[in-house]
């Protein structure tokens, strides 16, 4: 039960991402992120349960506005699920103050289940049913400069 409790409130918060398309749904490359590249982030999502489904990488202004609000998102970045650690590097437009969410669709049907997707949030912010699982926007936002930013995220799981 005390999982359930936890891991509730991330579901919850990651549902509220929504479908709408506001920014640009870009792929994975890597060579962004290189030595001399920049601004941008390079995602680093640890923890990932199993090879099934999709993961969803999404970048938000670090702004209250914003965060997590539906349409709301810079980027996304959508890739096959793969257990264990996975690199992401997801383009800013200038150096500032972002915020990333990380979404595991286990069986790849792009709903929420509550009961098998994983999610988490850039700085790692303890998530609880109090707050519905959507961290304050202070608690997940991170300076990103002039080069390449790294960041990491473990993921979350009921």
């Given amino acids: ?30 060579s962004r992120c290189a030595s001399g590249q920049g601004p941008a982030v390079k995602v680093v999502v640890s923890g990932v349960k199993s090879s099934t489904g999709k993961m969803r990488v999404q970048s938000y202004p670090a702004t209250k506005t914003a965060w997590l609000a539906k349409g709301r998102w810079l980027h996304r970045i959508e890739s096959s699920a793969r257990a264990g650690t996975m690199s992401f590097c997801v383009p800013v437009g200038a150096v500032g103050n972002y915020a990333i969410a990380v979404r595991h669709d286990k069986n790849g049907n792009g709903s929420t289940d509550i009961s098998a997707d994983g999610g988490g949030f850039s700085n790692n912010p303890s ?11 202070g608690k997940v936002s991170f300076y990103a400069g002039s080069g390449v930013t790294t960041i990491n995220i473990n993921m979350k799981y009921m």
């Fill in 1 to 30: 039960m005390k999982r359930f409790i936890a891991a509730f409130p991330i579901a919850a918060a990651l549902a509220l991402t929504g479908t709408a398309s506001a920014g640009s749904v870009i792929s994975n490359d890597l």
């Fill in 127 to 137: 998530i609880n049913i109090l707050n519905l699982g959507k961290p304050a926007v």
